[in-house]
């Protein structure tokens, strides 16, 4: 019912940039929650960003003050601006929505097939 495209991973150098973009495509459906999650070799997958439909956001604390999470509901689609990267922050990172199914209002959880994001050294 939901599809979850991101992009904007790649690679860049300790102290760059990224922008992540997730967008949502479809039928039949509103977005509640979007968020971003990550998962480096060896490491479980956690949730590095999430906003709500109203803007409120949250973050995991090692990444509080360099990444800033975004949304544009008319487009569906969620942010990650990434500043002040270091090696650690290299993961897969994945685009999470909880999505609320019409007509049937059955609540869903969707997630991305995921982007790789490497810093170098």
């Known amino acids: 019912q939901v599809q979850l495209v991101e992009s904007g991973g790649g690679l860049v150098q300790a102290g760059g940039s990224l922008r992540l973009s997730c967008a949502a495509s479809g039928s039949g459906f509103s977005i509640n929650r979007m968020g971003w999650y990550r998962q480096a070799p060896g490491n479980q997958r956690e949730?590095?960003?999430?906003?709500?439909?109203?803007?409120?956001?949250s973050y995991t604390d090692s990444v509080k003050g360099r990444f800033t999470i975004s949304r544009d509901n008319a487009k569906?689609?969620?942010?990650?601006?990434?500043?002040?990267?270091?090696?650690?922050?290299?993961?897969?990172?994945?685009?999470?929505?909880?999505?609320?199914?019409r007509p049937e209002l059955r609540v869903s959880t969707y997630w991305g097939q995921g982007t790789q994001v490497t810093v170098s050294s």
């Open 47 to 57: 949730l590095v960003a999430m906003i709500t439909r109203e803007g409120i956001t």
């Open 76 to 101: 569906n689609t969620v942010y990650l601006q990434m500043n002040s990267l270091n090696a650690e922050d290299t993961a897969v990172y994945y685009c999470n929505a909880n999505a609320l199914l």
